[in-house]
């Protein structure tokens, strides 16, 4: 008996054969092959330097630091003994942030005790160092957000999901593939570092023309600036009252048009209204002296009395998407100084922003530095648009960087196609001289706001002499142009505005048909709200897309219709097409 209780010895770790030593040595060796035939080499030894580090500033509390200290080791101790004895633990309630965190939705981070304590750890690592950001004092408001930023981003990169050895699914791909997953990761990273841009969605996918910016229409004005792309109407009757849209140019114009079952443009044509799109032309250093007067006069005032004299109308309703938004407030604030206002019967702005007092995390990214370096990079008169792709991406690390990381580095896996995100990825290049006046102009110094502080065409600029009817557009989780900086239009119009508060964000909130019976928007029609926080709380929530609410109100400031024919349709008029939409200009890389 006593021989049958005795423990067992150890069993000996299985030898590994010789057909898995070369298997390995392969997947290595291809490996290293890889970054030879990149470029890659060890980097050398760093030089020595004599210069010591600079001190730390004493601008934190010691005192607050002390006792965030003893907090976290308090909460570490706890944690140890959650796993090591939990029957005498605290009873412990998991935040709901941590439980819904898509990162560690895998059973694996809850069910097997090493992750789950490895996720854990990562949690309250990085709650702690949150916040200590905020024990920081002696600073202004605009560093401390800054600060958070930073520790955000790093808090991000940190997540025990970005590395092989603490991300179980990782671990088991691995032996799952016997390692061909990292060299196919490996493959995707030296692939995206060549083209200097991430990748999420599969670039064969998509096709401009093809099953992207597929609404019939005609080019029937091609500038040096921008094409004009007329629409070709589906209903018997248009409504008197042309639509003109500027989509930003930091952007394609094809965000407003990507699948048919999500083109605005397309469903705008089927309410029967006449579209008309600006497809701006991306730079080139033929485009280094273009700057915002040029947006304003040879792009968008140029397109309306474009539009006026080929349909032989008075008025104009004007979309500005973004940045055309901000543009087309000083456009309208241009024709209301020129006495020409009444050549916009409308202006509707999606996610526009005129006062950049609370830009957002934007703003953060202006300063001297950040200035100099764009001045560097856009030596040849244009910045590349991956520059700002890359800072755009950066404002959703979580999503749009780390979430690729780890599943096309790591799993080794390929990106799905994303109609979206093949769009986000097709860049476009910016002047340099309009990028860095918009920059310092708008971001840094909050000029548009100030009534006479710019000028176009040796005209001042108010914004408070605009009355032309606004549809003002934000979206709640914008994180370009945060709802409360889009709120603070109704601040500086003189006219009648209409606020829509929609679900989602910059782009989702934007490009919501329908048909697809998602997200909700938000009214509040009560006279004199002062603020977005009391919007929202008198606000009436709609289920589905503002899209409805947006066309009844464009019939409201002007029903009459026209027949669907004559210079209505593309290429009739004095204007002979050009070529099919989506034209030229967004072909162009």
């Keep these: 008996m006593a021989d049958d209780a005795a423990p067992k010895p150890p069993e000996t770790p299985a030898i590994p054969s010789l057909a898995d ?40 509390d010691p005192v607050a630091i002390a006792q965030a200290g003893t907090e976290f080791w308090s909460d570490t101790l706890k944690l140890w003994q959650r796993f090591l004895d939990p029957a005498h633990a605290e009873p412990y309630v998991e935040p709901e942030a941590q439980a819904r965190d898509r990162r560690f939705k895998a059973p694996q981070w809850h069910e097997q005790p090493l992750f789950d304590f490895i996720r854990q750890s990562y949690f309250l690592a990085a709650d702690h160092l949150m916040k200590g950001v905020e024990t920081i004092e002696g600073v202004d408001e605009r560093q401390k957000e800054r600060l958070r930023f930073l520790a955000r981003g790093f808090v991000d990169a940190m997540s025990p999901t970005n590395f092989p050895v603490t991300n179980p699914l990782v671990i088991e791909r691995i032996v799952e593939t016997r390692g061909e997953n990292l060299l196919k990761g490996m493959q995707n990273l030296l692939a995206d570092l060549s083209r200097g841009q991430m990748t999420h969605s599969d670039t064969s996918a998509f096709e401009i023309g093809r099953n992207i910016a597929t609404t019939p229409g005609k080019v029937i004005k091609r500038t040096e600036l921008y094409e004009l792309i ?167 690390g979580r999503e749009l960087i780390w979430n690729y990381v780890t599943a096309n580095y790591l799993l080794g896996e390929d990106a799905p196609p994303f109609d979206l995100l093949h769009w986000n990825a097709d860049v476009t290049n910016l002047p340099a001289a309009w990028h860095l006046s918009y920059l310092t102009d708008l971001y840094r110094d909050n000029r548009l706001v100030q009534p006479g502080s710019i000028t176009i065409d040796d005209t001042p600029l108010d914004l408070s002499v605009v009355k032309t009817p606004a549809y003002i ?56 709200v002062a603020t977005l926080a009391d919007f929202v709380a008198g606000a009436r929530e709609v289920k589905g897309s503002w899209w409805p609410d947006w066309v009844e109100w464009l019939r409201s400031i002007d029903g009459r219709e026209v027949a669907a024919a004559g210079a209505w349709v593309p290429g009739e008029g004095d204007l002979p097409a050009l070529g099919a939409a989506p034209g030229e200009y967004v072909l162009k890389r």
Excluded at 35 to 52: C, I, K, Q, R, V
Excluded at 266 to 284: H, T
Excluded at 506 to 515: E, K, T
Aim: contains cysteine; charged residues 20%.
């Design 473 to 528: 557009q934000a979206g709640r989780e914008d994180h370009i142009a945060p709802a409360e900086s889009v709120w603070r239009i109704t601040h500086h119009f003189a006219g009648p505005l209409r606020f829509v508060l929609a679900g989602s964000g910059h782009i989702a909130g934007v490009v919501n048909p329908p048909s697809a019976g998602k997200y909700q928007y938000w009214l509040n029609e009560a006279p004199g």
């Design 230 to 396: 007329h629409y070709e109407p589906t209903t018997e009757k248009l409504l008197a009252t042309p639509l003109l849209i500027f989509p930003p140019w930091i952007n394609r114009f094809y965000i407003l048009d990507l699948t048919a079952e999500k083109s605005l443009i397309r469903w705008a044509v089927e309410q029967g209204l006449s579209v008309f799109v600006v497809s701006w032309r991306s730079a080139d250093a033929s485009m280094k002296d273009v700057r915002w007067d040029d947006y304003v006069l040879r792009g968008q005032i140029d397109a309306i009395d474009t539009v006026r004299a080929l349909l032989d109308v008075p008025a104009v309703h004007a979309v500005g998407y973004c940045v055309a938004g901000t543009t087309l407030a000083a456009t309208l604030a241009l024709l209301a100084a020129r006495g020409e206002a009444e050549k916009v019967a409308s202006a509707t702005f999606f996610t526009a922003q005129v006062d950049f007092s609370q830009a957002g995390e934007l703003s953060l990214f202006v300063d001297d530095d950040q200035l100099e370096l764009i001045r560097s990079v856009s030596a040849e008169g244009f910045l590349d648009g991956r520059f700002m792709a890359a800072t755009f991406n950066l404002l959703r």
């Design 21 to 60: 030593l070369q298997h390995w040595t392969a997947v290595f060796g291809r490996a290293q092959q890889m970054l030879m035939e990149h470029g890659f080499a060890m980097p050398a030894t760093p030089a020595a330097t004599d210069t010591p580090a600079a001190p730390l500033p004493g601008w934190a």
